[in-house]
Structures are given as C-alpha cells and as structure tokens.
C-alpha cells in the first residue's frame, strides 16, 4: 500500500497527481483524518481546496486506487468514504458488485483516457446479496484491460465482433483464475475475449489448452 499524506505541500501533492491516473485522495480536516469527514476525489478534482491561500486548507491523504482507500479506512476502525463528488465523478473508480454500474463507470474511464495502471485487488470484496455471495469488480482494471487489448481479442487475436452503441470494440473481460475460486481482480489475472472465446474458456472440452494458450499469448499474467 502506497498511503501519502499532503498537508500545505501543494507542489508534492502537484507531483503526485501527475502519476495517478486512479488514485483517490481522501480530502479530510486540516492536519488529520477525520472520521466525521472523510470525502473521496479523483486527484484532479477542482472541488479540493489545494492551496495555501484558501480559507481551508484541507488535509490530502492520497491513495493508488479506491481498494487501497476503502481497504486503509477499514483497518482503522474508518468508515466507507463517501464518493458521491459530482465535480470529479469518483463514483467512476468505486468497486461494485452492480454490472451496469460497472459497464458506465468503465466507459466513462475509457471516454476519460488514463495514463497509470491500476493496481486491482488481490483479494475483492465478497458482499451478500439476497440469497448468493457477489464479488466486487474494480472498474479501472476492466478498463484498462480493454484499453490494451486494442479491439482485438487476446486469445483468438481477431477483431472484436461489433462496435457498442458508443462505438467501443466489443470484447468481454474474462479472469483467468475466476474471483469465485479465489482469484483477484487484477491485470495479471484478466484478459479481454470476443464472447466465443469467453465462452470457451469456461465451458470447451479443450479449455486447458486454451488456458495454457493464453498464459503463453499474455505475458503480463501470472500464474
């Protein structure tokens, strides 16, 4: 976990910015955090009061991503942080277990562009939903992983099916070790499919191959 703290060093906070495309900074009283108010921006946000000059200067506590955030919050007896700023919509880099929040959260970070790779999480949340279990997806993994593929499948290697109603090429992020086995929802362990292919990595008589094809095809995944 990378857990910085910017309090009056607006040019270090400047700096990191630059390099998080993904990061949250919690914006929290001045000089500490404050369990009563505890705010979630994206790092560009322009509702964070940022320098020396304001009225307030509010504390910066800045993480890689929404997991770290959430994850750091929680050891400390914290509560969730709010990410309901509609300046920076950081509702965008919040996991979720809802599939269509997921699917506008990803398209918004893919209309956005990014620089940085996000960081996932090794070990997502499983929340209770009625009567099953869900785990949460981090859409800056989706996102970044259908950025990378290009329109083209990382299996098969050919074009994505159809353009979405946006005009995105259409391919579907498959984790290779699945979340429900113990799997995480990283970079390492994701990759973008056309639907054939998806499917026949679930269900192919001849899966274990093709299992062994796509490790061979991606080298950023990891056993």
């Given at each position: 976990m990378a857990y910085l703290t910017f309090d009056k060093d607006e040019e270090g906070f400047d700096d990191w910015v630059k390099s998080h495309s993904f990061g949250i900074v919690i914006n929290s009283s001045p000089g500490k955090l404050n369990p009563n108010y505890i705010k979630a921006h994206?790092?560009?946000?322009y509702s964070i009061q940022r320098h020396a000059s304001a009225?307030?200067?509010?504390?910066?506590?800045?993480?890689d991503d929404a997991n770290e955030a959430i994850e750091y919050?929680?050891?400390?007896?914290?509560?969730r942080p709010s990410f309901g700023c509609t300046t920076c919509k950081v509702s965008a880099l919040e996991p979720t277990i809802d599939v269509q929040q997921l699917?506008?959260?990803?398209?918004?970070l893919l209309a956005e562009?990014?620089?940085s790779t996000p960081s996932g999480n090794r070990k997502p949340a499983r929340v209770p939903f009625l009567s099953t279990t869900l785990i949460q997806r981090d859409p800056a993994v989706v996102a970044?992983?259908?950025?990378?593929?290009?329109g083209k499948c990382d299996l098969c290697t050919?074009?994505?099916p159809f353009l979405t109603n946006d005009g995105r090429p259409y391919l579907e992020v498959h984790h290779v070790r699945t979340l429900a086995s113990?799997?995480?929802?990283?970079?390492?362990?994701?990759?973008?499919?056309?639907?054939?292919?998806?499917?026949s990595m679930h269900y192919s008589k001849g899966k274990d191959a093709l299992l062994e094809k796509i490790y061979i095809r991606i080298f950023r995944l990891i056993r």
């Open positions: 994206r790092p560009e946000c009225k307030t200067v509010y504390s910066k506590h800045c993480f919050l929680e050891g400390i007896a914290f509560p699917e506008k959260s990803v398209k918004k562009g990014f620089s970044w992983v259908l950025k990378e593929a290009n050919a074009d994505a113990g799997g995480p929802d990283t970079i390492d362990n994701t990759v973008a499919l056309c639907p054939n292919c998806h499917r």
